[in-house]
């Protein structure tokens, strides 16, 4: 199993980037998949979860209507588009493969190296 993440960096509050996860190694259209996050001191957040034809998704409170999760399985790829960003929203961010059943999925088996978001002005 691999997963890569790309499309982090450092953008001003109110600012707009997009994560990709590429996928590979496991059948990507069978598993739940999770953007999880990480700030410096913190312990791991589930930020946000698809389901596998995508259409369920779960979001935590502090991105309702900011943060968009979104797959395309023939391209073994997950998205996650970030609008109107806080300087809270800083952390590592990872994808993840789901190893739960339940819904929304609350534990993961394989993640990535993660990249990083930072929002400063």
């Known amino acids: 199993v691999q997963l890569v993440e790309s499309g982090g960096g450092m953008v001003q509050p109110g600012g707009s980037l997009r994560l990709s996860c590429a996928a590979s190694?496991?059948?990507?259209?069978?598993?739940?998949m999770i953007w999880v996050r990480q700030a410096p001191g913190k312990g791991p957040e589930r930020v946000s979860a698809?389901?596998?034809?995508?259409?369920?998704?779960y979001y935590q409170d502090s991105v309702k209507g900011r943060f968009t999760i979104s797959r395309d399985n023939a391209k073994n790829t997950l998205f996650l588009q970030m609008t109107s960003l806080k300087p809270e929203d800083t952390a590592l961010y990872y994808c993840?493969?789901?190893?739960?059943?339940?819904?929304?999925?609350?534990?993961?088996?394989?993640w990535g190296q993660g990249t990083q978001v930072t929002v400063s002005s």
């Open positions: 698809i389901s596998p034809r995508g259409f369920g998704t």
């Open positions: 190694g496991f059948t990507f259209r069978d598993y739940n």
């Open positions: 993840a493969r789901s190893d739960s059943s339940y819904w929304p999925p609350t534990s993961w088996d394989y």
